[in-house]
């Protein structure tokens, strides 16, 4: 057994130097009934490399992966190219088997990268600061809707302005009825909060100056959802919000059939106190060195308990490694050319799908995803153009989220929209 | 002025962050030009964003220089109790990142990503047979959020026997980690406490007078087993039969599961519902602090109240289904599938077998550190320990020295410290998890310099500990001055 260490020769000598015979013994504390001495059945032995990984491969190779053809899936999750040197860094012992840095003078490299993360999501959003990282946008805006009600207290609304992201809000909607709270659509001095996604689940581009006055005078805080993060660097950031929340897994992480993914959390620095998840800091060591520190942790699970602003402990920290690296190498230039690429590529998509019968634009504003409805079932659309090896939008009734990227052709674009034209008419 | 350069040494890796190595017009990607057009945002155009601008070799030595700041499994002995830091198998990385997998969307049509789903499948029927509990999901995105999963089942499993308005209380033991408390306060619930008793365990006479006063009003008891003191619930088929008494649920922190993998089933204790860090027990690397993945798997009887999605087997074909009475969605898409090919291809390389071996070796090897450090460090529990020791600093605390200095020195000392100060029932602990991934002489090579460590303290010359480390990238931090003005971005920090 490759991963094991001892040797039986280890163990027996182990076994004496504790004074018993066999290693049940050490197990004295289960009933006996209880204790298995055989391995259980219906499972197989252990296998070697070779074996196994014919077993994965041949699993893998029944899928058909988002490179295969041309693809316009997005609806929360990009696909976007990641630099070689990304996955080069994070496969690094250093960073991929080390845990969360509690002990700091050990793991200065770790923290340096996430108080990097903090700094660049800050800068994305607008916000003053930013944690560590959330599992994904969907509980990261969950735990915004829970930060607001502890924020507004006695207030118990939620109110949502335009398309979200279903998968959000039906995440949201489990946290929120633990705490007897609603989504609303009227934005009155009942909400704690109101949520606009940015851009929104369809792809429209809200104006939050808008949105930032009616919070005002409901007195309401607003949180706004980003979960295509490359699109920060075409538009302006959202610096109108409280707290900014979203899916950053566009830059370093991939498609991951949708997990891991890489949730953000940045807000205004005056709540930071009621922040949910790690945060990490600056400071100085015992020789006046700068370092770093996870810090502010008497709001968290294992200091406060159940008194704790939330449950969550593992954080997405390689991912978020993964998305520090990458913005790292697109920098302040390429990450703004990126954004440019990549909504210049959803104009050429409009373009070439405004000439076909049976296709109507509804967006007025996009950045890399816009929605078309169509003259049938999207659904029914999405099955032709498969028959055809395209992976088409995400389907909702006679409508299609379409999303692209700097990975997408002109070569697909053109295919796409002729083979809708041909399924349409 | 001539430049004098420091004596650091050849491999003290110091590096600015970034934005200080930035130089205007520097980039680290080559993207195609962009042909001048209109931009449809209905906005102009973003200014500045503010990030650095360096190019590729600056980035690679950056991330490079800083990851030599850093100690992991990889590098050595790290001994992190109830964290279970065993070695990571690079094939589980390799499988994750097989185009097939790894480059697939969670919205795809599900004749397109059957194999996905199968690889799930597969996963939830292996964790139900190791326990023997019926059902399993896959949706938590962490330990964390899998007891939120395991306690949101139990909620609705109450409420639809009509029973959740007067089912308020869970029972909680003071060694339980910080997550389940706080867990159940999220789900709404109060908190009743169970004091340990004198051999680290929950007291069976205690818990009997907790189900007799509070009786039906309680909703389950959330317990880790084995228990963060190190120890097996012995009790623990009692207290499941007194929990179900009144009807209430038996949940499972699988937090320790590593020491009775293969060994015990825990439906045959009586758990309900459990769940499991697949960054533990079945190797996924923690990476710095995750990504995790928290499964539950619960009896047959509440396998309709499971989060959604849910993969189900019709005919030959594999299906996302959400549960009937699903107690709802707990993350985005399909959870961390990532860490689910990590997970299975773990499981498939170890086997039935091999992981009941994993589970011994481990149990033997920490009652190894126990059996020779026993006489040198406080044991505040007697008796075998599983997969973990638990020992204090209350024999080195007359001499002025604490479990802070303790793991400072192993620091100084090149290992990574225990985990420190946990559980919270005893004064300075130390909980020791080897894991059955080290050799005898990795752990030989621990416990020599823990005596060595206990001999300086006794014989009054630890004081020098207090200062430790010394060689370190750096020394002691500032956690006062952190959290009292806190610089949480480069923004703030110049």
Known sequence: ?425 | MTFIPQEIGGLNHETDILIKQSRAGACGVDLPEVTSFTIRTGQKERQEIGLPQVNEPTVIRHFVRLSNQNYSIDAGFYPLGSCTMKHNPRLNEKMARLPGLADIHPLQDQSTVQGALELMFNLQNWLATLTGLGAVSLAPAAGAQGELAGMLVIKKAHETKGEAATRKIVLIPDSAHGTNPATAAMCGFEIKVIPSNKDGLIDLETFKKLIAEHGRSIAGTMITNPNTCGKFEKDIKEIADLIHSVGAYFYCDGANYNAIVGKVRPADIGVDVMHFNLHKTFSTPHGGGGPGSGPIAVRAELAEFLPTPHVEKEGSAYKLVAPKSSCGKVKGFNGQFGMHIRALTYMLSHGSDGLQKVAEDSVLSANYILSKLKDLYHVPFEGNCMHECLLTDKLQKVKGISTLDIAKALVEYGIHPMTVFFPLVVQGAMLIEPTETETKETIDQFIDTMVFIAKEIESGKGDRFHNYPVSTPRRRLDDVRAAKTPILTWMNNN
């Open chain 1, 1 to 425: 057994m490759r991963y094991l260490a001892l040797t039986e020769k280890d163990r027996k000598e182990m076994l004496e130097s504790i004074g018993v015979s066999n290693v049940d013994q050490l197990y004295d504390a289960v009933p006996e009934e209880f204790l298995l001495k055989k391995p259980i059945s219906n499972l197989p032995s252990h296998q070697g490399e070779i074996e196994v990984e014919s077993f994965i491969k041949s699993l893998s190779n029944k899928n058909r992966s988002a490179s295969e053809g041309p693809f316009f899936l997005g609806a929360g999750c990009y696909k976007h190219h990641i630099p070689a040197s990304v996955d080069h860094i994070i496969q690094r012992s250093e960073y991929l088997t080390s845990y969360t840095p509690y002990q700091p003078e050990i793991s200065q490299g770790t923290l340096a990268v996430i108080f990097q993360f903090q700094s660049i999501i800050a800068l994305l959003t607008g916000m003053e600061i930013a944690n560590a990282s959330m599992y994904d946008g969907a509980t990261s805006m969950a735990e915004s809707c829970l930060m607001a009600l502890r924020i507004k207290q006695g207030r118990k609304n939620i109110a949502t302005i335009g398309n979200i992201h279903p998968d959000y809000l039906e995440v949201a909607k489990t946290y929120l009825d633990l705490n007897d709270a609603n989504f609303v659509s009227q934005v009155d001095e009942s909400c704690a909060a109101v949520i606009v996604q940015y851009p929104d689940f369809q792809g429209e581009i809200n104006s939050l100056d808008e949105v930032r006055k009616k919070c005002d005078s409901a007195g309401a805080l607003l949180i706004v959802v980003t979960n295509e993060i490359v699109s920060l660097g075409l538009l302006e950031s959202p610096k109108q919000a409280d707290i900014v929340v979203g899916e950053a897994s566009s830059l370093g992480v991939g498609l991951n059939f949708g997990g891991p993914l890489l949730g953000f959390f940045a807000c205004k620095k005056e709540f930071v106190r009621q922040m949910p998840g790690r945060i990490c800091g600056a400071t100085v060591d015992a020789d006046g060195k700068p370092g770093y520190v996870l810090t502010l942790n008497a709001r968290e699970q294992h200091i406060r308990r159940e008194k704790a602003t939330s449950n969550i402990c593992s954080n997405q920290g390689l991912c978020a490694t993964a998305f520090t690296i990458h913005t790292s190498l697109l920098g302040e230039i390429g990450f703004k050319k990126l954004a440019l690429i990549n909504h210049k590529k959803a104009c050429d998509l409009a373009d070439a799908l405004s000439s076909v019968k049976g296709v109507k634009i509804l967006n007025k504003s996009f950045f890399n995803e816009f929605t078309i409805e169509l003259s049938k079932d999207a659904a029914e659309v999405n099955k032709k153009l498969l028959a055809k090896n395209i992976i088409g939008g995400f389907a909702q009734g006679n409508k299609m989220i379409l999303a692209v990227s700097e990975l997408t052709s002109e070569n697909d674009i053109k295919t796409f929209a002729q083979e809708l034209e041909k399924i349409l008419n």
